[in-house]
């Protein structure tokens, strides 16, 4: 085994933050609803040649820290209902493991918001699910309220095959509802860089009054500059939340100013070495961030509010 693979198996034997599957949604008939029972199935998906190490282990909310210490406020952080974890270790080799977990997120929204902060643009897609991706013999999707992990102890063909087979039959396992995510669709798409949409739960842009948004990056000319949105209860709020944002860079920024330009009504501000621009539109916030120059950010952040849509 690599140093790779000898690491990976240290953590597995209990430091690890774990592949999670979360299988068959929640139903509710009436007034009952209940959670089935992934144990079974996920034992039936073991590969050929492997055997499960342990058992099926399922945590909740209380308790899912035992599982993933280090990452449990992360998930938690996006509602995290349920995670349905196992670990398969090959029958010749037990220090061989391929580690599988199923997180169930609740909503599309949040499984969307864990799956895109965890994503890694630059590694390879694969069509499963809504959205996915390979890293060595490492697979991640999100399929509607479920976030799937997959983690391997080698990276080896032979691993990137069984953990592909695996992660199809994973997939092909959960019901997805085809519930939408709004923040793909209204953040536009032209300019966009492919796989930069995130979802942000609390914190965005690490301001504690940033809630519900998304990110997006986007190419102005040889610049990149980062969009972003979220969606209020009210007008009100999202004017209070705009008056939070200025309160801050008169803190932390260098100067703001208010600007008006073509009846779309602007905060702009000089971070010192970069500049955001921030509006509302009805019930929406947005802006830009991270801009290289004033004019850069007025304008992307004009383009960014033609094209959002009237959300009252």
């Known amino acids: 085994m690599n140093l790779i693979g000898s690491c990976k198996r240290i953590l597995h034997l209990g430091l690890v933050v774990i592949a999670v599957i979360t299988m068959t949604p929640y139903r509710s008939y009436g007034q009952q609803a209940a959670a089935r029972d992934l144990s079974e199935t996920v034992a039936g998906l073991t590969p050929d040649g492997w055997q499960i190490f342990g058992t099926v282990k399922q945590f909740g909310k209380e308790n899912v820290w035992e599982q993933i210490n280090g990452r449990a406020s992360f998930f938690l ?43 890694s643009p630059e590694a390879p897609s694969i ?36 953990a592909m087979a695996l992660a199809r039959r994973v997939e092909g396992s ?21 796989q930069s949409v995130r979802y ?14 998304y990110t997006a990056e986007y190419r102005k000319g040889n610049s990149t500059v980062t969009a972003f949105v979220s969606r209020h209860d009210t007008t009100e709020s999202a ?26 009504k602007l905060v702009v501000c000089d971070m010192g070495g970069s500049f955001d621009v921030v509006f509302t539109k009805s019930r929406l916030v947005g802006g830009v961030s991270s801009a290289e120059d004033r004019e850069m950010a007025m304008k992307s952040a004009i383009e960014l509010w033609k094209q ?5």
């Not at 959002?308 to 009252?312: A, G, R, T, W």
Request: aromatic share 12%; glycine share 8%; no cysteine.
């Open 200 to 213: 942000i739960k609390i914190n965005a842009m690490g301001l504690e009054f940033m809630r519900n948004t």
């Open 77 to 119: 952080a996006y509602d995290m209902l349920r995670m349905t974890h196992v670990s398969f270790v090959n029958r010749s080799n037990e220090s061989q493991f391929i580690d599988l977990s199923i997180y169930d997120m609740g909503t599309a929204t949040h499984a969307f918001g864990v799956f895109s902060s965890e994503r």
């Open 174 to 194: 959960l019901t997805d509802s085809g519930d939408p995510v709004w923040g793909l669709t209204a953040l536009p798409a032209a300019g966009r860089i492919p």
């Open 239 to 264: 004017e209070a939340t705009v008056a939070r944002f200025a309160g801050h860079v008169k803190n932390f920024g260098e100067s703001i100013e208010a600007v008006t330009v073509a009846e779309v």
């Open 127 to 162: 069509d499963l699910g809504r959205a996915g991706y390979r890293s060595d013999a490492d697979y991640f999707i999100w399929k509607g309220r479920y976030y799937i992990r997959i983690i391997s102890s080698d990276v080896t063909q032979e691993f990137q095959r069984t």
């Open 308 to 312: 959002l849509p009237e959300d009252k």
